[in-house]
């Protein structure tokens, strides 16, 4: 295991710049997962850590140790791509090894490595296959048990699962969590996918436009998001945002209002604000002082209903666990949970102090 450091790490191509100067942290045997939407960075640095693409500026230490100016064999780092990366003329055996004969090590060791490797990934049995004869989900379990016969100090993801569909995905990423908390090997996760990082992760690392907005615990970052953008992608459905002026203790929405909890008393009177409210945090009731919200649409996925309503001229996302009896054009009566609501800045979505 191994602590990684990144220290003012940056990444130009002629005068694109793909990564701000960063600073981060990855702690000894800790599972970080970067995310953000396609172009924010995310996979440029895990090429940076991998070597497989040079610093622009900046280092990259590995235990205190710099290895920004090493050869990616030099690194005691295995990547798992997206890809799987397989050699089609190699059987599953022969990819798993194919590191270890580059470097010489005996075969004896090379069998008892991948042997185990495939015990622990339940591939024992496809061993002697080609690449062609497997599943997509039997080749990344191929590509991940390559990656842990080297024993490296870090692994490295880079959206491994997004070529697998949903049930897949779901078992998979359950078996990488396991093999992260029986090997405790310092783990580099790339995605786009919020669920995937919220489950994987001890830490979360959200970028946007080659920086990091914000990084802690996933559940630090739901609780308590630094602005309107990590708020909406942090979250499956989305916060609902609204655009309001506080008044009397409270936000007017329009012809909404909300009163604020005691910890938002300290924003001034007259402040433009973004109050945002978790999906979940909405109930359904008789009546309401609030107006009416339209149902547009429901979509029921057995022990959860996901209701996409107008109210007072806002689109909103409510979810409710059960069966909601309702119907398109339908009115409903709605009241939030004000405790929970999140209050951002209207100028540049930042966090509020006080929440």
């Known amino acids: 295991m191994a602590s990684v450091e990144l220290v003012q790490v940056a990444k130009y191509y002629g005068k694109q ?21 396609s172009g924010c960075g995310k996979s440029t640095l895990l090429r940076l850590l991998a070597g497989l693409d040079t610093l622009s500026d900046g280092a990259i230490l590995l235990d205190k140790q710099k290895i920004s100016d090493l050869d990616p064999a030099d690194r005691d780092i295995a990547m ?83 070529n697998l569909d949903a049930q897949l995905r779901m078992e998979l990423r359950a078996e ?3 093999l992260h908390q029986q090997f405790r090997t310092t783990t580099v996760y790339v995605t786009h996918d919020q669920v995937e990082a919220m489950t994987l992760a001890d830490q979360i690392v959200v970028m ?8 802690g615990k996933p559940l630090e970052i739901y609780d308590a998001p630094v602005d309107t953008f990590v708020a909406r992608f942090i979250g499956s459905p989305p916060m609902n945002l ?17 009163p604020l909890p005691d910890k938002w008393h ?24 609030q107006p009416a919200a339209e149902l547009r649409l429901i979509e029921v996925t057995g022990d959860v209903s996901l209701l996409h309503l107008t109210w007072a001229g806002f689109r ?4 409710f666990s059960g069966r909601i009896d309702a119907q398109s054009g339908q ?17 540049s979505g930042q966090r509020l102090a006080g929440g």
């Open 17 to 37: 710049r793909v990564l701000n100067p960063l600073d981060l942290t990855i702690p000894d045997g800790s599972f970080t997962v970067l995310v953000g939407p």
């Open 80 to 162: 798992v791509f997206q890809s799987y990366a397989l050699y089609p003329h190699l059987t599953v055996a022969e990819n798993m090894a194919f590191h270890m004969q580059v470097m010489k090590v005996s075969k004896s060791e090379q069998q008892a490595k991948v042997q185990q490797a495939a015990r622990i990934l339940g591939i024992a049995t496809l061993l002697q296959r080609y690449p062609k004869e497997l599943s997509g989900g039997q080749r990344q379990r191929v590509a991940m048990g390559r990656a842990m016969v080297r024993n490296p100090k870090v692994f490295l993801f880079d959206e491994p699962l997004s």
């Open 176 to 178: 990488i969590k396991a």
């Open 208 to 215: 946007k436009d080659g920086n990091i907005v914000q990084q």
């Open 242 to 258: 609204l655009e309001g002026v506080v008044q009397n203790q409270g936000v007017a929405c329009g012809e909404l209002w909300f």
């Open 266 to 289: 300290g924003v001034t009177e007259g402040s433009q604000v973004i109050l945002g409210l978790r999906p979940h945090d909405f109930r359904l009731v008789a009546t309401s002082s």
């Open 316 to 319: 909103l996302h409510v979810q």
């Open 331 to 347: 009115r409903l009566a709605l009241e939030a949970n004000a405790s929970a609501i999140h209050l951002f800045d209207a100028q």
